[in-house]
C-alpha cells in the first residue's frame, strides 16, 4: 500500500468519547476490480471530513460501506465505539446511528414533510415523533412547509428536509452522498452553508463525498483524497492545497503545472530561472520537479522574453493567461481582470514573491533531500 496511510491513531478523544466512526484494514473488491483496499481512517465526535476522488477511486464505496449498504471482504467498522462490521458480524443499516442523505433527496413523496422527517423515529410515540420532527424543521427553517408535499419544495428545500430526516433520530454519523450536485451553482452554495451551519449547530460528525474540489476545500475541516481505492492524503484543506503529499493530489485538488528542476545548495532553479530557496538544503544537489499553481506565476511583458501567451481565457474576476516557455512546456497564470496579455506577447516569468513550492522526486513529496528522510507522511 504504497500510497495508504493512516490518518490517526484508533482510540478515544480528549474528552473520553470513542471516535465517531472508526475504519481499521477495511478492503472491498468487486471480482478483479479494487473498491477499497485497506483502508484506515479514524473520524473524532464534531468533525466535518470530506471524500474526494476522480471516479471509481473507492469514496461511494467508503460511504457504502459506513452505511451497511455493502459488506467488507476484510477489516473492521465501528461506530461511535460498537462494531458494525468485521468478518463475524454485521449489523443492519437502520441499527447503526448514521444518517443517510442522498443526491436526489430520497424523499417518500406521499407523505407530508412532517411524516418525512418522522419516519425514522419508529421507537418513539406519537406526540414525541411530532415534537422531534418539529425541532428538525425549525432548524433547517422550513417549520412552515411541515405539511406540504415533496413535489410542493424547490430543490433546496427538498434538501434540508432530506437533512432534517437523517439528523431526527440523533445519529452518531451523517454520511452525505454528493447531496448539493443536483442543485443549480447559485443554489448549491447557499443550501452547502445552510447544511454545514446545521451540523455544526448540532454537533453531528458528517462525511460528505464530493467530486467539487472547491466543495471539498470550503467544506471539510479534514479533506481525505483518495485514489484507486487508497488514502492518497488525509489532511487540513490548507495542507492539502498548499502542500499535496503526492503529484496525484498536487493536480487533481487544483490547476498545477510540474517543470523540471535543480536544488543545489539550497538554491532551487527551472527554465523559468531561480524559484527559491529551500531552508534545510544546504548541502543538496538533486534534480525534483516543481509544482506551480497558476496564481503562483507572476508574468511580465519583454521585448527580448522566450516565453509567449499561448491562449487567454477571461474568467470574470480573474484572466487565465497560458504560458509556452521555450521548451515547449506550458504554464498557467491568474491575472486580475483587468490584466490581459494578448496572445503571442513575449513574457518573462517568474514566481510570486513568498511562494513555498512543492518539490516532487517521482510521484512523491519531498521536504528534505531524497535518501536523507522518509516520504511525507499524511497527517491526521
Sequence with gaps: MTAQTKSAPAGRDAVGAPPALTLEGVTKRYGSARGVEGMDLVVPPGELLTLIGPSGCGKSTTLRLVAGLERPDAGTITVAGRVVADTRRFVEPERRRVGLVFQDHALFPHLTVGKNVEFGLHDLRSGERRSRAGELLDLVQLAHLADRYPHELSGGEQQRVALARALAPRPAVVLLDEPFSSLDESLRAQVRRDTVATLRETGTTGVLVTHDQTEALSVGTRVVV???????????????????????????????????????????????????????????????????????????????????????????????????????????????????????????????????????????????????????????
Design 226 to 380: 483518495m485514489n484507486n481505492g487508497l488514502i492518497e492524503q488525509a489532511d487540513s484543506p490548507e495542507k492539502v492545497f498548499e502542500q499535496p503529499s503526492t503529484r496525484f493530489v498536487a493536480s487533481f485538488m487544483g490547476d498545477a503545472d510540474f517543470l523540471p528542476a535543480h536544488v543545489h545548495r539550497a538554491l532551487l532553479t527551472c527554465e523559468i530561472g531561480i524559484v527559491s530557496t529551500v531552508p534545510g538544503w544546504a548541502d543538496s544537489d538533486a534534480d525534483v520537479d516543481v509544482v506551480l499553481r497558476p496564481h503562483e506565476v507572476a508574468l511580465s511583458p519583454s521585448a527580448d522574453a522566450t516565453a509567449r501567451v499561448s491562449a487567454v481565457e477571461y474568467h470574470g474576476a480573474f484572466v487565465l493567461h497560458h504560458v509556452r516557455l521555450a521548451s515547449g512546456r506550458t504554464l498557467r497564470s491568474w491575472q486580475p481582470h483587468d490584466v490581459r496579455h494578448p496572445v503571442g506577447t513575449p513574457v518573462t516569468v517568474t514566481v510570486a514573491a513568498g511562494t513555498s513550492p512543492t518539490l516532487l522526486v517521482g510521484d512523491r513529496a519531498v521536504t528534505t533531500p531524497p535518501g536523507n528522510a522518509p516520504r511525507i507522511a499524511v497527517a491526521p
